[in-house]
């Protein structure tokens, strides 16, 4: 069994801590992306209220009745916003590899156009940056406080993200602004994920919450509820159960960090396990998770100082747009994607050992 774990790390010195406290950060955040991919973060600056109003606001929703949940799913799956029903994806679709329907409810917002001033949204796609698909408040009078708690998280999630490219950055040796020029017109999407079905359900099987998946884009944070489910491949095959600590944030790495970094950084493959009690019932489990995933127009390279002594990366470039595409047409288009060899080849691994995939 591999040694690997999450570790926790404290960012709250990276404002304000003098140059060797920096380093000491960056090198934690370099050492977790090297071994697995994934990390807890306290000293965050999140505050309390702002992620009690974010559980509040989840609670809403999810507790809506279905036409109203319902009349918030997008048009098409290319528009990555709204309501995704339960049993609506399968997210190892988006590495090639088939699975039973995920069992996980969601609801999506992002970044969109009317976001940006007017000289940058006029080049922006309209689907990729869309407008978000809110509830009506005629349906429900809370809709109002929904879309100012989400903004709020969604506001405060992407500073954190922004934070951590800045500590990648170092940890590169660039300078910590390296990224913006890739990000500042980001496609971040924030999904809340609901986990719940009837005390009598049984999955079928290999049949996940949430299905074995790569993250698409650069960083995620992640909250989730401290109850089991959520587990991380390690590279010995076998997977990690993570519980988040209070007050810590989930953060793990992306295929486009991957590619950037020449796989010096894991994109952590993940999963949810149908969320079970200590006693083995099926129980309830929720989790946002903020999505850094980079302006569609940006072209991912392998970084000069993660290139090979010959010079040689072990990806082709790829925008982020079209990466992101390719992701999403297979775990919302119901497509096998086929560009993603590399990722499927470790979950092929991962089921060579034995363990339940």
């Not at 940006?116 to 349906?139: C, M």
């Not at 809370?142 to 922004?162: K, P, T």
């Not at 994920?193 to 290999?206: G, I, M, R």
Request: aromatic share 8%.
């Amino acid at each position: 069994m591999s040694s690997a774990v999450v570790p926790t790390i404290d960012i709250s010195a990276w404002t304000d801590g003098d140059g060797a406290e920096r380093a000491a950060i960056a090198s934690q955040v370099d050492h977790a992306g090297r071994t697995i991919g994934f990390m807890q973060i306290v000293g965050h600056g999140i505050d309390g209220t702002t992620i009690g109003d974010l559980t509040t606001a989840i609670d809403w929703f999810f507790r809506l009745p279905p036409d109203l949940k319902s009349a918030t799913i997008a048009p098409r799956p290319t528009i990555n916003r709204g309501y995704t029903p339960p049993r609506a994806e399968r997210l190892s679709y988006s590495l090639g590899v088939a699975s039973p329907e995920d069992l996980f409810e969601a609801f999506n917002v992002g970044a969109s156009r009317s976001d940006f001033p007017r000289e940058v949204a006029e080049r922006l796609d309209a689907e990729v940056y869309a407008e978000n698909i809110w509830p009506d408040p005629a349906g429900d009078p809370g809709a109002a406080a929904f879309v100012s708690q989400v903004g709020a998280w969604f506001a405060a999630a992407g500073g954190l993200a922004r934070r951590m490219t800045e500590i990648l950055a170092v940890a590169l040796g660039l300078d910590p602004d390296h990224f913006e020029a890739f990000t500042d017109h980001s496609i971040d999407v924030l999904r809340m994920n609901h986990y719940e079905v009837p005390s009598d359900f049984e999955p079928a099987d290999e049949q996940m919450g949430m299905g074995a998946h790569t993250d698409y884009g650069i960083v995620t944070v992640l909250w989730a509820d401290p109850v089991p489910g959520l587990e991380v491949l390690r590279a010995d095959g076998s997977w990690l159960p993570v519980v988040p600590d209070p007050d810590a944030l989930l953060i793990n790495f992306g295929d486009l960090l991957a590619r950037w970094s020449n796989d010096r950084w894991l994109s952590s493959m993940h999963r949810v396990v149908p969320p079970r009690s200590a006693a083995g019932d099926l129980i309830r489990r929720r989790s946002a998770a903020f999505f850094h995933d980079g302006n569609a127009d940006a072209l991912i390279t392998t970084l000069e100082p993660c290139r090979g002594p010959d010079g040689s990366g072990n990806y082709d470039d790829v925008t982020v747009g079209a990466h992101l595409a390719q992701k999403l047409g297979g775990s919302r288009g119901g497509e096998l994607n086929a560009h993603a060899s590399r990722e499927a080849a470790r979950i092929a691994g991962e089921r060579s050992t034995g363990e339940p995939a």
